[in-house]
């Protein structure tokens, strides 16, 4: 598979008031053409450090950062722009012309490039048709939704044909439903348009959703990267589990109760498992907490359960022969949102 990005021991430090913060420490991990890559950490742990680096829109301070088997570190400021051409961003705020129409802010990098007008505005309508908005071309940004805003500036991110596409907490300012609608969106054009794309976000369920690999930034070092689904699934990182553990509404009955997480990942949404439990064995546990859901009639998602006293292993048996993943989980971790 092809390397898009490569990053090789990557560190990034700030002086502020003379104090030195280093946001990134000795960052190395690779990203492959065509995949979906995201990259999470809680706020302020230098995700969207690391992704500015990756456009040089912020340069390194040591390590070395390659784009197809290209130093970034090494090219002057004309090749610097002639990369950029090649890796599209959008942002959280949508960064709209708000005194454009949608067409013409679809048609302003194109515009920049020196595109001529007719086949400027052919591509920008092609890119409106992309994202579902060629009805909204004449309308102006301040009268759209925040889907469509994002909408908007997705069309304009893929008028330049890029290679990549960067999308630097693109869905946080959006409602659930919004947000999953655009997520929808952005694989649809990975699938279709074989874009490569990075996504920097600090929930979970934005790459549980989207995201083929993931990597997990914790006061800017690299914790872990890997499949999202073996992640998701059994994190082995104190950061990977903070991100992953659902918060509990429920505290366990008794401080030295045994607590596990069970993980729904593509078995049957209609199969009740805990009635099962409760059923055929006579078991019983306390559920503090449960955020699964249905995809398609599959079900995904996690719980926590309390185990009662002396039942423990039966428990755990049960669930592991019917295909759960079964993970312990200590007192400190189910307080973790």
Known sequence: MTEVFRLDRVSKKYINDGREFLALKDVSLSISEGEIFGIIGMSGAGKSTLVRTLNRLEDVTSGTISFYGQDLGSLNARDVRKVRRNIAMI????????????????????????????????????????????????????????????????????????????????????????????LDLLKDINRTRKLTIVIITHEMSVVEKICDRVAIIDSGMLAEVGQV????????????????????????????????????????????????????????????????????????????????KGEEEQIIGFFKDRGLSVQEVKHSEQLHS
């Not at 490039?113 to 994202?131: D, T, Y």
């Not at 997705?154 to 907490?169: F, G, H, M, T, Y």
């Not at 082995?236 to 109760?257: H, Y």
């Not at 069970?262 to 009635?275: Q, T």
């Open 91 to 182: 942002f959280q705020s949508f960064n709209l012309l708000q005194q454009r129409s949608v067409l013409s802010n679809v048609m302003q990098p194109l515009r920049i490039a020196g595109v001529r007008g007719n086949e400027r505005k052919k591509k920008a309508l092609e890119m409106l048709r992309v994202v579902g908005l060629e009805d909204k071309k004449d309308e102006y940004p301040s009268r759209l939704s925040g889907g469509q805003r994002q909408r908007v500036a997705i069309a304009r991110a893929l008028a330049s044909e890029p290679k990549v596409l960067l999308c630097d907490e693109a869905t946080s300012a959006l409602d659930p439903k919004m947000t999953s609608e655009i």
């Open 229 to 308: 689904k073996k992640i998701f699934a059994d994190p082995q990182s104190e950061a990977a589990r903070k991100l992953v553990f659902p918060s509990n509404p429920f505290d366990p009955s008794k401080k030295d109760s045994r607590l596990i997480r069970l993980v729904f990942d593509g078995l049957s949404a209609g199969r009740p498992f805990i009635a099962e439990l409760v059923e055929k064995t006579g078991h019983k546990v306390n559920i503090l907490s449960a955020n699964t859901r249905s995809v398609g009639g599959i079900g995904y998602g996690q719980m926590v359960l309390e185990l009662p």
